[in-house]
């Protein structure tokens, strides 16, 4: 069993809309928890980077929650546009080896006009 | 900066065949990594260099996959002989610091495919 999950598998939402999505982990203890956006074709990329004592970071239109005691994490995309559809990917880093990185199945955002 | 490159974008290739992956990270980054993700699931850790050392092999399949750094620049992935479940998209990634915080970003490449018929 992956010790990321992530829901839902995909989402549709109209321009102009906002979404969150969820993780839950169950990596422990863990270092960092990262939001990743990956486009078609391209790797992923970076959008937010909380540790264990911080409940919220901010990118931008994108705004990610951790909840350490819960092990759940959200990512909520504000006034979404069309750029915003790709692939969001959870990743949880652990303490010990933070590059054996676990990694979510993705959330699949598709934004349409 | 030019980010991390990797080559080729796609490759099909008979079950058998060999394949060699090219990853070339960030200029002056030291750690290298190599992930996958097959079948549409989530990625997976395969291996991490540092410089040419490898520093970490736990995540690679089997002994069909060799990984090789010679001069700590750029890496390949071979895949001798390669299998139907090896298909998938193999991601390169590389940081300067050996340890992954938020002052050490993984830069991600934008992965090879790999599909073996």
């Known amino acids: 069993k992956n010790q990321v999950e992530q829901s839902p598998q995909s989402l549709i939402i109209l321009e102009g809309k906002n979404c969150t999505l969820q993780?839950?982990?169950?990596?422990?203890?863990?270092?960092?928890l990262r939001w990743y956006k990956q486009d078609t074709g391209r790797g992923p990329v970076s959008l937010t980077i909380m540790t264990f004592s911080e409940n919220t970071k901010s990118n931008g239109r994108y705004t990610a929650t951790l909840d350490a005691d819960t092990k759940q994490s959200s990512l909520h995309i504000t006034a979404s546009q069309l750029s915003d559809s790709a692939s969001y990917i959870c990743v949880v880093s652990p303490f010990s080896n933070d590059y054996k990185l676990s990694f979510g199945a993705g959330t699949t955002v598709t934004v349409r006009a | 900066e030019a980010g991390v490159t990797q080559f080729p974008s796609h490759s099909v290739i008979e079950k058998g065949q060999t394949v060699t992956l090219r990853c070339d990270p960030i200029?002056?980054?030291?750690?290298l990594y190599w992930y996958r993700r097959v079948m549409g699931k989530e990625i997976k850790f395969l291996l991490h260099f540092v410089k040419e050392s490898k520093q970490d092999e736990s995540g690679m399949p089997n002994n069909r996959f060799l990984a090789e750094r010679t001069g700590g620049t750029y890496s390949t992935l071979k895949v001798q002989p390669a299998e139907l479940e090896d298909s998938g998209v193999y991601f390169c990634?590389?940081?300067?610091?050996?340890?992954?915080?938020?002052?050490?970003?993984?830069?991600f490449g934008a992965g090879s495919r790999l599909t073996v018929l």
């Open positions: 993780c839950n982990y169950t990596v422990s203890p863990f270092s960092n």
């Open positions: 990634a590389s940081t300067m610091g050996q340890t992954y915080s938020g002052a050490n970003v993984l830069t």
């Open positions: 200029s002056g980054h030291d750690n």
